[in-house]
């Protein structure tokens, strides 16, 4: 058995569920013994991902400013910090939810530069359910413009394990079309189906990864248009923010966190844009290091508390990510207003960026 250590990537479009796989993965890791090191990765800084996956006692390196494949030396580097920190057996990467071509940029790359360093697991790629249906026609409802699915479609394409999460929520029969229409259309991929909230159906594909090498699977390189692929990532626009709360009264963190969940969809949904991703967390920092946690990954779905705190509060540190496609100066005003109506909570912004992702350079594309 090889004494390197194995880098994880488990990519997916935005709202997919990879941080929560993520974390269930890391508590299998260490429920086994094994030493674990999380690299999350954004277009620009202050992460919910961090924030929930360091809440949970997780080591966590955080890349911002561009994908894995613009920012080849930070994921060097965050892998370093890991290594002088905690020596994980097991590196688990997130790479930003709106990024394709790994393989050819990350994957290669590690192996025939740092095959000393790496062992490189296959590539996985989770899905949401209903919205890989709606971009396969399977299913009605809200979707992206065609560049955007574009990058979608690439996603899937290169996957060398497509994992339709989520399964707890859909029925049996929607999710065996589903995974059909996937096989057919990407039959290079090994499929599975679980749930990365409550963990059913996770220790297979949790095998197949720790078992599998990269080289195994779909070592070639993807036939991408670039020009496109840049065009679909900008017309998604970013906002990353970070606020405190205050007030004079204890009030329900995890209402308000849904509450504003329901204001910014409608802002969105009002303008006529699809949001792709809002997460958001609010920490009290009461000691307890629980966390409201609140997902929300479609215009017209309704927003999940993923986690809760255990007690009313009077104030906290609220982060919150949106990702739609849409002006990023929209996604500000509407944040920013959306915040004016919790009523007697007030909120400072302390921290804003806003953006679209600039066009993806790779620092190695290899064949």
Request: charged letters at 25%; aromatic letters at 6%; a negative charge.
């Amino acid at each position: 058995m090889s004494n390197l250590a194995r880098y994880v990537m488990i990519g997916g479009f935005l709202g997919a569920g990879k941080t929560t796989a993520v974390a269930r993965f890391a508590q299998h890791l260490t429920d086994q013994g094994k030493r674990v090191g999380l690299i999350c990765n954004d277009q620009s800084s202050g992460l919910v991902d961090t924030t929930l996956l360091r809440s949970k006692g997780f080591p966590v390196e955080e890349i911002t400013g561009g994908c894995f494949c613009c920012r080849f030396n930070s994921l060097l580097d965050a892998a370093d910090n890991l290594t002088q920190n905690s020596r994980p057996d097991i590196f688990l990467a997130e790479p930003v939810g709106s990024c394709t071509d790994l393989i050819a940029t990350v994957s290669y790359p590690l192996r025939r530069i740092y095959g000393d360093r790496f062992r490189v697991a296959p590539l996985s790629v989770l899905v949401d359910p209903m919205r890989a249906a709606r971009i396969l026609g399977i299913a009605d409802g809200r979707s992206f413009s065609d560049k955007v699915a574009y990058v979608y479609r690439k996603q899937l394409q290169e996957a060398d394990l497509i994992v339709v999460n989520k399964c707890d929520a859909h029925p049996a029969e929607f999710l065996d079309r589903l995974i059909a229409a996937l096989a057919g259309a990407y039959p290079q991929a090994r499929i599975f189906t679980c749930s990365a909230k409550d963990g059913t159906g996770a220790p297979e594909w949790f095998e197949t990864v720790l078992t599998g090498e990269n080289s195994a699977f779909a070592s070639r390189p993807l036939e991408i248009d670039y020009d496109i692929y840049a065009e679909g990532e900008a017309l998604l626009g970013w906002l990353n923010c970070t606020v405190q709360l205050v007030s004079d009264e204890p009030f329900d963190g995890n209402q308000a966190l849904v509450t504003l969940a329901h204001r910014i969809r409608a802002g969105v949904a009002d303008a006529g844009h699809e949001i792709a991703h809002l997460k958001m967390t609010l920490d009290s920092r009461d000691g307890t290091g629980t966390l409201s946690v609140v997902s929300l990954v479609g215009t017209d779905r309704e927003p999940d508390l993923r986690e809760s705190l255990l007690d009313r509060v009077e104030g906290g540190e609220l982060v919150i990510n949106l990702r739609a496609e849409a002006d990023p100066a929209v996604l500000e005003s509407l944040t920013r207003e959306a915040l004016t109506s919790l009523g007697g909570v007030r909120a400072t912004m302390e921290h804003l960026e806003q953006l679209r992702p600039g066009r993806p350079t790779p620092t190695h594309r290899m064949a």
